[in-house]
């Protein structure tokens, strides 16, 4: 079973979902989709959903019966003791986080892969 929730999404993604979905409500969609058809969908989905907001709940095999998905939301998805739970951020974690973003739009990264330091390491461990 899945649920799928979209907010300010373009007409032909809607549309788009009417083929393996039903549309029970405005931008609200339920159906019974194999996990494989799922993440295809949820790939076509964040690809053409632009700046809208979209939430996918679907049964899984866990304590909580159920998995969740966001894309483009301010809330968070985090464990809590081997629970998932929805985070509402404050205002300040929500400052703080756009001040992150702008700091690291165009930093470039500095130094060596874990693959270029473990080559480097076997170029240069046998010689003392």
Same mark, same amino acid.
């Given at each position: 079973?899945?649920?799928?929730?979209?907010?300010?999404?373009?007409?032909?993604?809607?549309?788009?979902?009417?083929?393996?979905?039903?549309?029970?409500?405005?931008?609200?969609?339920?159906?019974?989709? #194999?996990? @494989?058809?799922?993440? =295809? !969908?949820?790939?076509?989905?964040?690809?053409?959903?632009? %700046?809208?907001?979209?939430? /996918?709940?679907?049964?899984?095999?866990?304590?909580?019966?159920?998995?969740?998905?966001?894309?483009?939301?301010?809330?968070?998805?985090?464990?809590?003791?081997?629970?998932?739970?929805?985070?509402?951020?404050?205002?300040?974690?929500?400052? #703080?986080? @756009?001040?992150?973003? =702008? !700091?690291?739009?165009?930093?470039?990264?500095?130094?060596? %892969?874990?693959?270029?330091? /473990?080559?480097?390491?076997?170029?240069?461990?046998?010689?003392?």
């Amino acid at each position: 079973m899945i649920v799928l929730s979209l907010t300010n999404c373009p007409q032909a993604l809607r549309g788009d979902l009417t083929r393996w979905l039903l549309e029970i409500s405005t931008g609200v969609y339920v159906g019974n989709i #194999s996990s @494989r058809v799922r993440d =295809e !969908l949820w790939r076509r989905i964040t690809a053409n959903v632009k %700046s809208g907001r979209v939430v /996918m709940v679907f049964s899984a095999k866990n304590e909580q019966r159920m998995d969740f998905r966001v894309h483009n939301s301010s809330w968070e998805p985090i464990d809590f003791d081997g629970l998932k739970l929805m985070l509402r951020p404050s205002e300040k974690r929500l400052q #703080s986080k @756009r001040e992150q973003q =702008e !700091l690291n739009a165009g930093a470039p990264k500095h130094g060596y %892969s874990k693959a270029s330091k /473990m080559l480097a390491a076997k170029r240069y461990g046998g010689r003392g």
